[in-house]
């Protein structure tokens, strides 16, 4: 493997009134969702940034959503567009883009935990370092929030677009990986902020971090 450090890829949508977080809007408000969003973002790059140093990037959309981006973020981080249809490709097209600066051990997240620790990087590349080609962070009701790869994974960006947005797409995953001679690692399932039966169990997280319980709060 090669001996550049990690870099890190947020998958990240502008943080735009009524564009995010949409299904919390009932339970929040479209300005409760935003700032949810919001700070979610801060602190994906926050951790981002412990674990990769100058080596983060922001996989974004809409296409001219950069300005927004980088006044919530910072300069410190590189940003491009999201470039595809549908998760699989656009996810596979963020991991070429930075692949094609260099091979190194990446980390493409999605910033829905309330809670990115140390341990979620240090699993991931623990993994990765003792040879595992993939390495999948899954969500309780489906879906991921961290991909660990070692080099551009063909094998599990093919999975079509519906496995992708379904509950099954963990054990697909690991399927093409093994039919592939793939691999695989899996971190601990967490629970994503994705419905408003998330955002009550966060707030009835003693370890909530106090930003995120004042803007939960607002629930109505």
Do not use: K
Request: net charge neutral.
């Amino acid at each position: 493997m090669s001996e550049l450090g990690p870099a890190v890829v947020l998958m990240s949508r502008a943080p735009r009134r009524g564009f995010v977080q949409q299904a919390l809007e009932p339970l929040l408000g479209a300005d409760g969702s935003l700032a949810l969003h919001s700070a979610l973002l801060v602190r994906a790059a926050t951790w981002a940034r412990e674990v990769a140093g100058d080596h983060v990037y922001v996989a974004y959309e809409p296409a001219d959503a950069r300005t927004e981006l980088t006044g919530l973020l910072g300069t410190r981080i590189r940003y491009f567009p999201q470039n595809g249809e549908g998760i699989a490709s656009r996810t596979a097209a963020a991991s070429a883009h930075v692949f094609s600066g260099g091979e190194r051990p990446l980390l493409i997240v999605w910033p829905d935990l309330v809670r990115l620790r140390p341990e979620h990087a240090e699993h991931a590349l623990d993994d990765l370092s003792c040879g595992c080609d993939v390495v999948l962070g899954p969500v309780f009701d489906g879906g991921l929030y961290l991909i660990g790869v070692r080099r551009p994974a063909a094998a599990l960006f093919s999975l079509s677009e519906r496995t992708w947005r379904s509950a099954e797409l963990v054990s697909s995953a690991v399927a093409a990986a093994h039919e592939a001679g793939l691999e695989i690692g899996l971190l601990r399932a967490e629970r994503g902020l994705h419905r408003p039966a998330d955002a009550r169990a966060a707030l009835a997280d003693p370890l909530l971090d106090a930003g995120l319980a004042r803007i939960l709060s607002r629930a109505r």
